[in-house]
């Protein structure tokens, strides 16, 4: 059995009480390095197996779990964030099924969330934003061609951004050019949730700047959009002069 499970946006204690307790019982773990909070392995027993995926390829992963499997033992295959975001599971469920593997995925708190948290935001304000779009700079490695920052910057939502610090005077370029005003707010988040978590509020027009003066190049999450300002209008669903399935408004 293979357990593909998400490791939370960083800090040990955010990952889910199932997903500790499958690492707690697990023979192998294949887990992707270069991003989890290495601390989440204190959760392995004594004995177990531990790979670091950062080192391996596609087909080296599944030779590891073809091998648990033969030796009838679990493993847990431990992603970053939540795994159905540029988590690269899709391409191992396929290999799970050609094996005749049985696997089952267990949710993680992504960046996102953990980003929110530590700028206390919410994503969806009245009258501001109800749309909140997640999506990457484009790099080396290509996107559609209606994903491009350009074109999905027209809406003016909510954008939260992984993979793009490295590329950031493009991308500030690219979400000016397609329509939010240099003056937008905007924030990167550095390591959401972990001891050295970092945060930088700006504009647009100088995220930039901000990204370059304080050595920011990965392990962060650019945010931008009129969320992170100051005007929004009140919820309706807690308006004393709205109706609701549970309360009448009052006059």
Not at 52 to 63: F, H, K, N, P, R
Not at 142 to 162: D, F, G, N, W
Request: aromatic share 8%.
């Amino acid at each position: 059995m293979v357990h593909f499970v998400g490791a939370g946006c960083g800090a040990p204690d955010l990952i889910t009480v199932r997903g500790a307790r499958l690492l707690s019982e697990a023979d192998v773990i294949i887990y992707a390095g270069s991003l989890v909070n290495p601390s989440l392995l204190d959760y392995a027993k004594k004995g177990c197996e531990i790979h670091d995926s950062a080192y391996m390829t596609l087909e080296q992963v599944i030779g590891v779990i073809r091998e648990a499997e033969a030796a009838g033992k679990t493993t847990v295959r431990l992603h970053t964030g939540e795994p159905s975001i540029y988590g690269a599971v899709r391409e191992q469920f396929d290999e799970m099924d050609k094996l005749g593997v049985e696997y089952d995925v267990t949710p993680g708190v992504s960046a996102f969330g953990g980003a929110a948290a530590a700028l206390k935001a919410e994503f969806t304000l009245p009258d501001v934003s109800q749309t909140v779009i997640i999506t990457r700079m484009e790099g080396r490695t290509p996107v559609p061609e209606k994903e491009k920052i350009r074109s999905l910057a027209a809406h003016q939502a909510t954008m939260i951004m992984y993979l793009s610090t490295g590329l950031v005077q493009g991308l500030q370029r690219e979400l000016i050019a397609g329509g939010y005003p240099p003056e937008t707010p905007a924030a990167i988040v550095y390591k959401a949730s972990w001891p050295d978590q970092k945060v930088f509020r700006c504009k647009l027009e100088d995220l930039a700047a901000t990204a370059e003066e304080n050595h920011l190049t990965k392990l962060a999450l650019i945010l931008v959009g009129g969320f992170l300002g100051d005007k929004y209008d009140r919820s309706k669903l807690y308006d004393p002069g709205f109706t609701t399935e549970f309360r009448e408004a009052e006059k």
